[in-house]
RNA sequence: GCCCCCAUCGUCCAGCGGCCUAGGACGCCGGCCUUUCACGCCGGUAACACGGGUUCGAAUCCCGUUGGGGGUACCA
């Protein structure tokens, strides 16, 4: 039989890492055994559900490459379906009416502002075998009636979950582990209405640093905040088929093609996994540097139009362009991009504290290299090597190596400590007249 | 409270009875390279929670303890 797995988020919130993971998950075992992947939106609860979370939620997941093979289904649209079988097992007598207070009342018909609850049987034990957590059991005895139909008259996940992935062919149920607990009702709903039993594989949580289940109050965790910091959805990816799960052959960073072909679900792991952002903002560094120019070139578009901290007029595509070179492999986002280029195109360098305190005024003869590399740079031919030539020998006359010499000059012209290769920098995206009014500023400012 | 789950370096992953004086990655700390930063390279730091078993032999199996987490809604 081949595999079919969902994707069944509720519309309540943007789309976030753990849940990402999950959708990842599914996704990665459908593609990894040629199984389908379906996506459901599991909407049942009107208040809190809004159409634009669905909208976004879909965007986010197609920008993640994770595309689904059916769906999305809406699981608001099966109501009837769900009604039917709350009927069903009301007139078998395996479910009751109950009042707001929980009290049972007599009838074997749906009535309206009564809630359907499902009894419990006593004695049973429910066990079942966890792809990623082996055998687990509950004992019936500790669980209690559960509300199947609202007296709203809506039904309840675990009712509308079970129902929809036994009429969707569901052959294997991957999502979070804060949803384990719930199986032994589902599993005692599937049997009451003679469905199969899914395989199910409860994934590790997604933890924050006080181990504590990711929550979007607390943690960082919009996938659509990621993107808009400049994290790419290959690295993303990349990293949240880390958590939980590990290559055989120890390399991490690759593309997901090749994840597909290594992953395994019952590799996965069972304990719970801290969200490192350090490791999250090595990998995507690492996807980064690994873009071909064009491609590069576009993604970082968004970055160095409209909202860039320059005026849009003076940005200039073909010396942008001759940055990337130089640039491209110092980031560690899309979203660092603008303060490695923008003193190119911002009237007057950067100002930045603590790099002119660090170069201007804790730096060894800022003047002196001031005025020297001003007289140098007068007449030098404007090429990277006569540059570099030109402030080494003032460094050297003053008896400060290349990596001294050149702090002062960089924080003239760039504004700070830290940047692209200045000589390279000058040489093919400066002119020389702005390089030497920079110097004169910066030199009047001491 | 009750139920369930988990437990290897700070973090993620490897290890599935002998190959382990426990391996890789991130981080961190040194060094090299170097016009800053970064990249790259070299080196270092650091873990099998504890206690009992089982076994010739345990990080690996079993039990207990401790610790952590999840669930316990007419949320999903």
Redesign the pocket.
């Known amino acids: 039989m081949t595999s079919r797995v969902r994707f ?3 519309p ?1 919130g943007y789309l976030h890492v753990g849940s990402a993971r999950t959708a990842l998950f599914n996704w990665l075992h459908a593609r990894s055994v040629g199984g389908t992947f379906v996506l459901r939106i ?1 909407d ?2 009107a208040e ?1 559900n809004r159409t634009d979370l669905t909208d976004s939620l879909l965007a986010e997941l197609d920008w993640l490459g994770l595309d689904w093979d059916e769906g999305p289904y809406f699981q608001s649209e099966r109501r009837d379906r769900h009604r039917e079988v709350a009927e069903d097992l009301l007139e078998r007598g395996l479910a009751y009416l ?3 207070d ?1 009290r049972e009342v007599g009838g074997s018909a749906l009535v309206d502002g ?2 359907v609850r499902f009894r419990m049987p006593a004695g049973a034990t429910m066990d079942f075998d966890d792809v990623v ?7 019936t005895d ?1 669980l ?1 009636d ?2 199947i139909w ?3 008259g ?1 039904p ?3 009712l509308a ?1 079970a129902v929809d992935d036994a009429d969707m062919g569901i052959t294997h149920a991957i999502r979070g ?6 199986v032994p009702k589902v599993l005692l709903l599937l049997d009451a209405i003679g469905a199969p039993r899914p395989t199910y594989a409860h994934l ?2 997604l ?1 924050n640093e ?4 990711l929550s979007k109050r607390r943690d960082d965790v919009s996938i659509g905040d990621y993107r808009a910091r400049g994290y790419l959805a290959e690295a993303m990816v990349n990293y949240l088929a ?7 052959d ?1 390399v ?1 960073v690759r593309p997901l093609d090749e994840i597909v072909e290594l992953f395994r679900i019952e ?1 996965v ?6 969200f ?1 952002l ?2 999250l ?2 990998v995507n ?2 996807h980064l ?1 690994a873009l071909s120019k064009p491609d590069f070139m576009e993604r970082v578009t968004p970055w160095v139009g409209a909202d860039a901290p320059w005026p849009t007029d003076r940005f200039d595509p073909g010396r942008f362009s001759t940055m990337v070179d130089l640039v491209q ?2 980031l560690r986002t899309l979203g660092d991009t603008p303060r490695f280029v923008d003193f190119l195109f911002l009237d007057e360098p950067v100002d930045d504290p603590d790099s002119w305190e660090k170069a201007m005024v804790k730096g060894p003869s800022a003047a002196a290299m001031l005025d020297g590399t001003a007289v140098a740079l007068a007449d030098c031919p404007w090429e ?1 090597e006569a540059i ?1 030539a030109a402030v080494s020998a003032v460094g050297e006359s003053l008896g400060l190596k ?2 001294k010499a ?2 002062s000059v ?1 924080v003239a012209v760039t504004g700070r ?8 920098t000058m040489a093919k995206c400066m002119e020389r007249d702005e390089v030497l009014r920079r110097i004169a500023r910066a030199r009047a400012r001491l």
Request: glycine share 6%; hydrophobic share 35%.
């Open positions: 069944a988020p509720s309540t599991e049942t609860d809190r109950c009042d707001a929980n009564l809630a957590r082996g055998k687990v059991s509950f004992a500790d209690e559960f509300v609202r007296s709203n809506s309840v996940f675990l979950n582990e804060d949803l384990l607990s719930g590790p949580l933890v006080q181990r504590k289940k880390l958590l939980g799960w590990g290559p055989p120890d991490e590799d792991n069972k304990a719970a996994a801290f490192d350090k490791k903002e090595h560094a690492t540097r492999e110092k990277t570099l290349l990596g050149q702090a960089r400590t830290v940047g692209p290769p200045l000589f390279e």
